[in-house]
């Protein structure tokens, strides 16, 4: 969610305000019910309208409940996915920014302390299938952020909890495939154990990218734009030496797939949730001629990657 959309550009901007480039929680003063006169008609499920009052913006922010929904509860931690429609409300035009009815995409947001407080609480008063109003005035922002960063227009979200994302795998599952890549080693010791990766061999890599799946999963396709959930191991080309590792941190990593290497970009992109591959990365599409702390310049890097989650 910190990568900017193409349609809703401002949502992740405004959504993560509170967590970027400051240690300060986001400002409190959310109010349940005040709404300064912002209507919204329409059916949870389609994009809403929203009518909005004459006169200035609000300052303060707020939420209010349109539809309570009838399903689970939201809880924190939750990966929610949503559609959502985002207004400028400046007064003027209050023009639409976007909305994922239009784009036919729901979004995902993780339910966490860095959704500024007006979200947080707004959310633990819906349940899936219900529909939520938040205003996000400045006062959303902390105040060491406001005093460095230009005034942004007053935002309306109507947000429509579609569900919440399965939590995360802890390993790779579904069948092996037989498949290997020529010049490394890939073990399955099963369960939720980590495999082992050897790249010691005299083989010259190849200047492509190449890509074998060791299991194959049963989820849904990775896309270019998703976040990640993943474990993986990272040794250089030829020398079987390791240069990373979340295995051994005991922790998956998380990251939006268009923010990484061009090799793990185009290496994953279609790849279903819940499977294993092997990944052999040229320096072109690693990181090239610069060296990076225990990667020499122009090396040829081999993952083999879990992919655990996508969102």
């Not at 966490?112 to 899936?128: A, D, I, S």
């Not at 590792?245 to 998380?254: D, K, L, M």
């Amino acid at each position: 969610m910190r990568r900017v959309l193409a349609v809703l550009a401002a949502m992740p901007l405004i959504f993560f305000a509170a967590a970027c480039g400051s240690e300060e929680s986001p400002a409190t003063g959310a109010s349940a019910g005040v709404n300064a006169g912002v209507k919204v008609t329409g059916n949870v499920g389609a994009k809403p309208t929203v009518t909005f009052p004459s006169g200035s913006p609000a300052t303060k922010s707020s939420y209010e409940v349109i539809q309570p929904g009838t399903g689970a509860a939201v809880k924190a931690g939750d990966k929610l996915i949503v559609n959502l429609t985002v207004f400028n409300w400046d007064g003027k035009g209050n023009a639409v920014q976007g909305s994922s009815y239009d784009t036919k995409a729901p979004e995902t947001i993780p339910v966490n302390e860095q959704l500024p407080q007006v979200l947080q609480e707004g959310f633990t008063k819906v349940k899936h299938g219900g529909r939520l109003l938040a205003v996000l005035a400045n006062d959303s922002i902390p105040q060491q952020q406001q005093q460095t960063a230009p005034a942004e227009p007053t935002k309306v979200f109507v947000i429509d909890v579609v569900g919440a994302q399965p939590a995360a795998l802890k390993a790779a599952t579904g069948k092996e495939t037989g498949q290997s890549l020529a010049g490394a080693k890939v073990e399955n010791p099963g369960g939720d154990k980590a495999p082992t990766l050897t790249t010691k061999t005299s083989e010259k890599p190849s200047d492509k990218l190449v890509v074998k799946t060791i299991i194959e999963g049963t989820g849904a396709k990775v896309q270019p734009t998703q976040t990640l959930t993943v474990h993986y191991t990272g040794k250089i080309w030829g020398t079987d030496k390791q240069f990373d590792s979340s295995w051994e941190r005991g922790q998956p990593a998380e990251f939006p797939l268009n923010g990484v290497i061009k090799g793990w970009q185009q290496g994953l992109a279609g790849v279903p949730v819940g499977s294993r591959v092997v990944l052999s990365i040229p320096p072109d599409l690693g990181y090239g001629d610069q060296a990076q702390q225990n990667i020499p310049a122009k090396s040829t890097l081999v993952f083999v990657v879990d992919i655990l989650a996508a969102y």
